[in-house]
C-alpha cells in the first residue's frame, strides 16, 4: 500500500513486559498501565503510523495468562501490529497468542516477512530458550539471506530484540547478541544494500549507531528504562526515564527513512506555541518559573 503524499510511517514500541496483576514489575513499574497509554498515545498520533512493531520481551514470565493480558491491552491498538519475540518470550505462547493474525510461521523460528507497504519489514528471531542473551544460528541466517536476496532493490528494515552491536553497559553487552551472530550478521548485512535500518529492543533505552554499512538503532521500552550506567559502573539499574515510542518515517521522493523518537510522556503533550502565537496553556509546571 502506497499513500498519496509517498509517506509511510513505521512505529516501533518495545520491552513492554506485561504481567498478571500483582507481579514484581507489574507493581513497580506498572507495565500494563504503560501499554495502555503507550497504545492511547500510537492511537491519538495525528499521523497514523501504517505499522507497529512490537520487538520482544513483550510479557515478563512467557506465560499464557500474560499473552491473553497482553493482546487485551493491543487488541485497542488501531494500526496492524507485527511482534518478535525476546529472550522474556516463550516462543510457542507467543505464536499461539498471535496466531490469527496470520503472519507468524506455524512452526520454528518466529521469523518473517511484511511485504504490503513500500518499506519491506523482516522480522528477526533471536530468541534462545533459557538465556538472556540472544543469537542468530546459521538457519536464521540463511534464512535472512535468502530473504534479502530475493528483493534486492526494495527499501528494507530489519527489527529484532538483541541489539547487534556492543553498547558499552556491561552487563547488558554480556547479555546481547553473541559475538559470532553478530560477526556473519554483519557478514549478510554487508552484502545487501538494501536495509535502511535496523531497528531492536533489550535494553531498555534509545540508542543509535552505525552498523554493518546501515544503521542500527534501539528503541527504549514503554515502561522501565535503564540507567545509563557506562564503564566503569557495573550494574542493571532501572530508572522511569521517558518511555518513547521510535517513529521511521520513510519519504519516497528522496527514498529517505527518517528516525524520530515520540515521547510518551506522564503529562499529556500540549501545544505552548501553534506557530501562530502563544496560547493559554501553563507552560511549565511549578519550580519551573523565576
Ligand atoms: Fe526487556
Ligand atoms: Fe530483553
Given at each position: 500500500m502506497t499513500h498519496a503524499d509517498g509517506i509511510m510511517l513505521i512505529a516501533q514500541i518495545s520491552d513492554t513486559h506485561v504481567q498478571m496483576p500483582g507481579g514484581k514489575l507489574d507493581r513497580n513499574y506498572a507495565t500494563a498501565a504503560h501499554l495502555e497509554r503507550a497504545v492511547e498515545h500510537l492511537n491519538g498520533l495525528e499521523r497514523q503510523p501504517d505499522v507497529v512493531l512490537l520487538t520482544g520481551?513483550?510479557?515478563?514470565?512467557?506465560t499464557a495468562q500474560e499473552y491473553g493480558r497482553l493482546r487485551e491491552i493491543l487488541s485497542d491498538l488501531k494500526p496492524p501490529l507485527y511482534v518478535i519475540p525476546g529472550n522474556h518470550d516463550n516462543r510457542e505462547e507467543l505464536r499461539r497468542a498471535f496466531a490469527n493474525d496470520g503472519y507468524l510461521p506455524r512452526d520454528g523460528f518466529l521469523h518473517y516477512t511484511v511485504e504490503d507497504w513500500p518499506v519491506r519489514l523482516i522480522g528477526l528471531d533471536t530468541h534462545v530458550v533459557g538465556e538472556h542473551g540472544g543469537a542468530l544460528c546459521r538457519e536464521r541466517l540463511e534464512w535472512l539471506g535468502a530473504r534479502l536476496q530475493e528483493s534486492p532493490a526494495r527499501p528494507t528494515v530489519v527489527f529484532m530484540h538483541h541489539p547487534p552491536f556492543r553498547v558499552g553497559h556491561q552487563l547488558m553487552d554480556e547479555m546481547g547478541l553473541e559475538p559470532d551472530s553478530v560477526a556473519k550478521f554483519e557478514q549478510v548485512l554487508s552484502c545487501h544494500k538494501q536495509v535502511h535500518q535496523v531497528i531492536a529492543g533489550h535494553l531498555h533505552r534509545p540508542v543509535i549507531t552505525r552498523f554493518a554499512g546501515t544503521v542500527a538503532s534501539v528503541c527504549p521500552s514503554t515502561a522501565q528504562q535503564l540507567a545509563l550506567?557506562?564503564?566503569?559502573l557495573r550494574r542493571l539499574a532501572t530508572v522511569m526515564d521517558p518511555a518513547a515510542a521510535t517513529l521511521l518515517f520513510w519519504d519516497e521522493q528522496s527514498g529517505t527513512l527518517v528516525h524520530h523518537l515520540s515521547y510518551i510522556d506522564e503529562r499529556p503533550t500540549h501545544l505552548l506555541n501553534d506557530g501562530g502565537g502563544w496560547l493559554d496553556n501553563e507552560p511549565l509546571p511549578p519550580g519551573f518559573h523565576s
Open positions: 520481551d513483550t510479557v515478563d514470565e512467557g550506567d557506562l564503564p566503569p
